[in-house]
């Protein structure tokens, strides 16, 4: 099936949607969000990664399409954030620290407060271990859950604290922490967008779960990136299913290009599809379960 390219436009200002409007109401105290970094990863998703720039989308980017689809909650597509402690070793734990962060996202779009305060302690626990709690603003979770009545100022809060975080990692150069959390989210907003698993074919986001062919190269590298033992099947799952992603068939078509007169600009437009067959998506949604098993089991 065909599934038509979102909008870079759109894009563009759900993304500014979920976090500029958001930060706007925050306390004046908390740093402001920068929407164009050019070192580590910013709050769009724009990762500088040897020189190349990549973007993936951001789970609170993934969780605002879900929610604006009228989809409803899936209690299965959260983890469970009761034994943070299950997680050894700092590969494990940053990747899961980005699995909540994701399901964090998923929560607050879908206005399920009451279980917020157990994934938010999860996240601080996660962090201490870590040992970059303190490196943070370290109120900030504190006033995610004190916002459990503002969704957006919760969504705004939480990615000041996740960009923060990993300005941080990338600053003193925790690299391999920093990719894992990001990674961890990715995949966590993948099997977002692959639930409920009843419907794998004609699932209302399955055209969204195609478009991540724009994004396998890009996660697939990051992937790559990380060089130790405990992470080798994962990687290996992260790359399978890139390859997936990345083999579905894109193709291009050019739009008139529109011109602004008064300000002298002529913006070039271009529209792209992408094909996504019944059995490969199947399998893409196979793939992404295998994956989230292998970064949530202890």
């Known amino acids: 099936?065909?599934?038509?390219?979102?909008?870079?436009?759109?894009?563009?200002?759900?993304?500014?949607?979920?976090?500029?409007?958001a930060c706007s109401e925050k306390p004046s105290p908390l740093p402001q969000v920068s929407m164009a970094d050019t070192t580590g990863v910013s709050s769009t998703g724009a990762i500088l990664l040897h020189g190349n720039m990549v973007v993936i989308p951001t789970p609170a980017l993934v969780s605002h399409l879900i929610a604006s689809q009228a989809i409803p909650f899936d209690p299965a597509a959260a983890v469970d954030a009761t034994h943070p402690e299950q997680w050894t070793g700092e590969i494990k734990k940053a990747l899961n620290l980005g699995v909540l962060g994701a399901d964090l996202s998923?929560?607050?779009?879908?206005?399920?407060?009451?279980?917020?305060?157990?994934?938010?302690?999860?996240?601080?626990?996660?962090?201490?271990?870590?040992?970059?709690?303190?490196?943070?603003?370290?109120?900030?979770?504190?006033?995610?859950?004190?916002?459990?009545?503002?969704?957006?100022?919760?969504?705004?809060?939480?990615?000041?604290?996740?960009?923060?975080?990993?300005?941080?990692?990338?600053?003193?150069?925790?690299?391999?922490?920093?990719?894992?959390?990001?990674?961890?989210?990715?995949?966590?907003?993948?099997?977002?967008?692959?639930?409920?698993?009843?419907?794998?074919?004609?699932?209302?986001?399955?055209?969204?779960?195609?478009?991540q062919t724009y994004s396998a190269e890009g996660v697939s590298a990051l992937a790559a990136s990380i060089d130790h033992e405990t992470f080798a099947e994962i990687r290996q799952s992260f790359l399978n299913l890139c390859e997936l992603l990345a083999e579905l068939e894109k193709s291009y078509e050019f739009r008139p290009p529109i011109h602004d007169h008064r300000e002298?600009?002529?913006?070039?437009?271009?529209?792209?599809?992408?094909?996504?067959?019944d059995d490969k998506l199947v399998s893409i949604h196979e793939h992404i379960q295998e994956l989230r098993n292998l970064i949530i089991t202890p």
Not at 2 to 19: C, E, N, R, T, Y
Not at 182 to 193: D, K, P
Not at 264 to 277: A, Q
């Open 1 to 21: 099936m065909q599934h038509p390219h979102l909008d870079k436009s759109l894009l563009a200002g759900l993304i500014f949607l979920v976090i500029a409007s």
């Open 264 to 277: 002298g600009i002529t913006y070039l437009r271009s529209s792209s599809k992408v094909s996504c067959p």
């Open 106 to 211: 998923y929560l607050i779009n879908h206005g399920r407060n009451a279980e917020i305060p157990t994934y938010l302690a999860s996240i601080r626990n996660l962090t201490d271990d870590l040992g970059i709690s303190q490196e943070v603003e370290p109120e900030l979770l504190s006033q995610i859950e004190a916002g459990l009545d503002q969704p957006e100022r919760m969504l705004g809060l939480q990615s000041v604290f996740f960009h923060n975080l990993q300005k941080y990692l990338t600053k003193n150069n925790r690299a391999e922490i920093n990719t894992c959390i990001l990674l961890g989210g990715w995949a966590e907003s993948m099997f977002h967008l692959a639930s409920p698993a009843d419907s794998i074919v004609g699932h209302p986001l399955d055209h969204v779960l195609a478009e």
